[in-house]
C-alpha cells in the first residue's frame, strides 16, 4: 500500500518564504515517520508555474516566462536540499509530461459533458488568481489578502459544471475525516451550502499555460492545471507515465497539507473536478494556519520578513524544524518569537536531552571503562511502563498529524528521565562500592530511554536523532525495523560507547 503525500505546489512568484518551508517541513516528517514503519511513501512537492501573474513578473524582470520559471524554480530544489527536505517528486507544470497528463484528464472531463462555453464576468485578483466579491462594483475595490486593486474581466471562457457536483461535494466534505481541522471544515460546509456554482476552466489572451485542445485562444485556468501536478507528479520520469500509471502508482492521496487560504480549491473544485473525470478524490485536505512574527503578519511594507535561508545559515535546519513542529499545533495560526525560539531550543534540545545524553554517557564511561554497564537486572519497570505509554502515545498522536503533541511526549519523556537521574543521584552513590551495582542500574536504564529518545525523534529532528544514536553507538547496527529497536532494552551490555559531543550547540540571543 502506498502512502501519498503533497505540500502545495508553490507558486514561483518568489524564492521560498517561511510559510512554504514551514509546510514542507511538516510533509517531510510524515513522511520520515511513514517509511521508519515500512510503508512506502511518494511524497509530492514542486511548483505552480502559470498564470498572469506569472506571466506579468516575467515581463517586468525583462525575461521570459520560462526563464523566470527556472529560476525559481531551480531556488525551491536547492532550499529543499538544504533543509534536507526527503520529497520523492519534485514536479514543475511547465512540464510536457504535466502537460500531458491535464490534456488527458480534460478529455474525460468533456466525456462526462461537464464542459461548456460561457461569458465570465466579475472582478479579478491576479494574485490569487481568482475571482474575488465587489458588491459596491469599485474600481478601486482591493484583494483582501494582496491589498492590489480588482480588474474587470468581461471575456469567453470555458467553464466547468461545479453545480452539478452539488450533492457528492456535501457528502464528501461531512465525512468525519475529509477535511481538518474541524474550524476549516466548518468553514467549507457553510460555503457550500450556500450553492456551489460552475467556474471558468479557460483565460483568453493569455500566453503562459497550457492551451486548450481545439481552443487555440484559450488557456486552461491556472488552477485546473496546478491542481493536476498531484497527479501528474506520481508518474514523471517513470517508464509508464500517462493519467491511469499515475492513479495505479500512488492515488488517491492520503493527505494533502496546505495553507488555509486555498483550502476551498482542494476541497470543492479538486474533487469535483476528479468525480467528473472518474477519479476518487483525496482522502484529506489538512489546512493548517499562518504564521507571524512577533504578533504582527509577515509583510514587505513591514519590513519584518523572516527569510528561512538566513535562519537556517544561523540557527541550522534542526532547530528551526523543532520549534515548527514542537511549539505549533499543525492547523493553528503560528507565531515565531526571537526569544521564544531561542529558549525552546536551549531548553529542550540542549538542556533537557542533549545534556541529559552527555553526562549520562561520560558517568558510563567514566565508571565502567568506556562502555554501558555489565547487570544482571537491566530493567526499571517504572521507566520501561512509562517509555511504553510515551511510544504507545507518540504513535498515535504521529498517526492524526499531531505532531506538536508527539514532540512534545517526547520531551515530557526526557524531562522524566532527568528527575529520575537528579534523584537517584549516582554520582554521590558511587563513592561507596556497595552501591556499584544499584549504579550500574541507573545509568543503564538513563542511556536506554536516550535510545528510545533518538529513536522517537527519527522523523522529526533526523541529523539530531543520528547524532544521538551515534553516541551510543547504535546507528544502524542491526537489521531490526524502525518498531522493533522501540523495544525496551536493547542497549547492549558492556558495550563500548562513543566520546561524548554536544549533539546540539546552544543558540545565543542576539
Not at 142 to 148: E, L, R, S, V
Not at 162 to 172: D, F, G, T
Not at 405 to 422: G, P, R
Amino acid at each position: 500500500m502506498t502512502f501519498t503525500i503533497t505540500t502545495p505546489l508553490y507558486y514561483v512568484n518568489d524564492k521560498p518564504h517561511l510559510g512554504s518551508v514551514y509546510t514542507t517541513i511538516i510533509c517531510d516528517s510524515i513522511a520520515r515517520y511513514k517509511r521508519l514503519l515500512g510503508e512506502k511513501v511518494i511524497f509530492i512537492t514542486g511548483v505552480d508555474e502559470h498564470g498572469l501573474k506569472i506571466q506579468r513578473t516575467a515581463s517586468e524582470k525583462k525575461v521570459s516566462p520560462q526563464s523566470h520559471c527556472d529560476e525559481i524554480s531551480d531556488s525551491f530544489i536547492e532550499n529543499w536540499k538544504k533543509w534536507e527536505i526527503s520529497f520523492d517528486k519534485f514536479i514543475r507544470t511547465s512540464s510536457e509530461h504535466h502537460a500531458n497528463i491535464v490534456n488527458e484528464f480534460y478529455q474525460k472531463v468533456i466525456k462526462s459533458d461537464d464542459i461548456y462555453m460561457g461569458i465570465q464576468k466579475g472582478w479579478y485578483c491576479v494574485g490569487c488568481e481568482e475571482f474575488k466579491d465587489n458588491p459596491d462594483n469599485s474600481p478601486l475595490a482591493q484583494c483582501p489578502i494582496h491589498k492590489k486593486n480588482l480588474e474587470w474581466r468581461d471575456e469567453e471562457n470555458l467553464f466547468f459544471r461545479l453545480s452539478k457536483y452539488q450533492n457528492q461535494i456535501e457528502e464528501l466534505i461531512n465525512k468525519e475525516d475529509f477535511i481538518e481541522p474541524k474550524e476549516r471544515k466548518n468553514e467549507i460546509i457553510n460555503f457550500v451550502s450556500k450553492g456551489l456554482k460552475d467556474f471558468s476552466i479557460s483565460r483568453t489572451n493569455l500566453d503562459w499555460g497550457i492551451k486548450v485542445p481545439d481552443h487555440n485562444s484559450h488557456t486552461f485556468y491556472v488552477w485546473f492545471d496546478a491542481l493536476l501536478g498531484y497527479i501528474s507528479a506520481i508518474s514523471m520520469e517513470e517508464s509508464k507515465n500517462t493519467l491511469e500509471d499515475s492513479i495505479v502508482m500512488g492515488w488517491p492521496a492520503n493527505i494533502h497539507i496546505i495553507g488555509k487560504d486555498i483550502l476551498r480549491f482542494h476541497a470543492i473544485y479538486w474533487p469535483a473536478m476528479l468525480l467528473s473525470a472518474g477519479i476518487s478524490p483525496p482522502k484529506k485536505v489538512f489546512g493548517h494556519g499562518f504564521l507571524t512574527r512577533e504578533g504582527q503578519k509577515m509583510g514587505k511594507s513591514l519590513g519584518n520578513i523572516l527569510d528561512p535561508e538566513i535562519l537556517l545559515t544561523k540557527y541550522g535546519n534542526e532547530a528551526v524544524r523543532w520549534y515548527l513542529l514542537k511549539d505549533i499545533a499543525l492547523g493553528n495560526d503560528g507565531d515565531f518569537q526571537n526569544k521564544r525560539f531561542v529558549d525552546i531550543i536551549n531548553n529542550d534540545l540542549a538542556n533537557t536531552i542533549g545534556n541529559l545524553l552527555n553526562r549520562s554517557s561520560s558517568m558510563s564511561r567514566k565508571w565502567f571503562n568506556n562502555k554501558t554497564p555489565n547487570l544482571e537486572d537491566k530493567n526499571d519497570s517504572k521507566i520501561k511502563d512509562y517509555a511504553n505509554k510515551t511510544i504507545d502515545k507518540y504513535i498515535s498522536f504521529f498517526e492524526k498529524y499531531k505532531i506538536d503533541l508527539a514532540s512534545n511526549e517526547i520531551l515530557k519523556f526526557a524531562i522524566f528521565i532527568n528527575l529520575y537521574l537528579n534523584d537517584k543521584q549516582p554520582w554521590t552513590l558511587i563513592k561507596d562500592d556497595k552501591n556499584i551495582e544499584d549504579v550500574k542500574f541507573i545509568i543503564y536504564n538513563v542511556l536506554e530511554s536516550c535510545r528510545i529518545i533518538g529513536l522517537l525523534l527519527q522523523p522529526i529532528l533526523p541529523n539530531l536523532s543520528c547524532n544521538i544514536l551515534i553516541q551510543l553507538g547504535q546507528l544502524n547496527n542491526d537489521n531490526k525495523s524502525w518498531k522493533e529497536k522501540l523495544n525496551w532494552g536493547l542497549l547492549p551490555l558492556d558495550y563500548e560507547l562513543p566520546e561524548p559531543k554536544p549533539i546540539i550547540n546552544k543558540l545565543d540571543y542576539d
